[in-house]
């Protein structure tokens, strides 16, 4: 049996192969989902059929598109603000454990903007008086060394940052915050709802709305280059209730009466 990370690296080196077949159906758009490395496979691949995608980073910065309001070309999408939210997340962990003096973060080094989510979190705990660390997982046996770090540290809580492959294993990560009894906050309202403590984001059901919006405009006869790249607006915070309850923790009325949506 290959190992996880054979299979994750097999699985991203098949991504210019599953679009150059794409390409070579001649297919009439390209949709892609899972963040920046999908989004720019598509683009390489092709100038001439319609791309929209779905992207968590900065698509102007990254090349997707020459401009947001215009993107000219063969390409648009949505973009999924997460970068800039992290130190948001922090201090809502931070209003439900006011408690707690070191806390942790689970971040994954390969995400392309790992190095700014890092550099933001370091910069709100400070500003909190918080002690932070920072923990590593690439890949899914990185989790188990990570959650033996955090209790190696004796921190009180944990921040999940924001990335494709950390939401893709969110089933694991929750159970183990559960198994370690650390109160957690996600990206995604499917982090709180399988169990996780409270997520704070971007609605990921809207953005993939908003692809077979502009997927359908442009089968009927839109061009990619004149429909401008969504920038996601509308954020939801999130909190388990019974979760909090488990935990031990009573939730501060300021952020029950800020949450979008309580789960009991």
């Not at 970068?83 to 006011?98: D, F, Q, S």
């Not at 550099?119 to 918080?130: P, Y």
């Amino acid at each position: 049996m290959r190992s996880n990370t054979a299979w994750q690296k097999v699985n991203m080196n098949r991504l210019p192969g599953l679009v150059a077949d794409l390409v070579h159906r001649r297919v009439a758009v390209i949709a892609t989902g899972g963040g920046t490395v999908s989004a720019l496979a598509a683009k390489n691949a092709t100038t001439t059929i319609p791309v929209v995608f779905v992207c968590d980073d900065d698509p102007v910065k990254i090349g997707l598109v020459s401009n947001i309001s215009r993107p000219g070309g063969n390409v648009t999408g949505i973009y999924q603000l997460t970068t800039g939210l992290e130190a948001k997340r922090l201090g809502l962990l931070h209003e439900m454990v006011p408690s707690v003096t070191t806390m942790a973060m689970l971040v994954n080094p390969d995400y392309p903007d790992a190095g700014i989510q890092t550099s933001e979190v370091q910069e709100a705990a400070r500003a909190l008086g918080l002690q932070l660390h920072i923990l590593k997982a690439r890949i899914e046996p990185d989790f188990e060394s990570a959650f033996a770090a955090l209790v190696q540290q004796r921190a009180g809580a944990l921040l999940v940052a924001s990335d494709p492959f950390l939401f893709s294993r969110r089933e694991q990560l929750v159970a183990l915050a559960a198994r370690h009894a650390v109160p957690a906050i996600y990206q995604f309202r499917q982090s709180a709802v399988i169990g996780g403590l409270m997520s704070y984001g971007t609605r990921i059901t809207d953005s993939y709305h908003q692809v077979g919006v502009y997927t359908g405009r442009i089968l009927r006869g839109e061009r990619p280059a004149d429909l401008p790249v969504v920038v996601s607006t509308r954020f939801e915070f999130v909190i388990n209730l019974k979760t909090a309850k488990t935990l031990g923790l009573t939730v501060p009325l300021t952020l029950h009466v800020a949450a979008d949506e309580v789960i009991e």
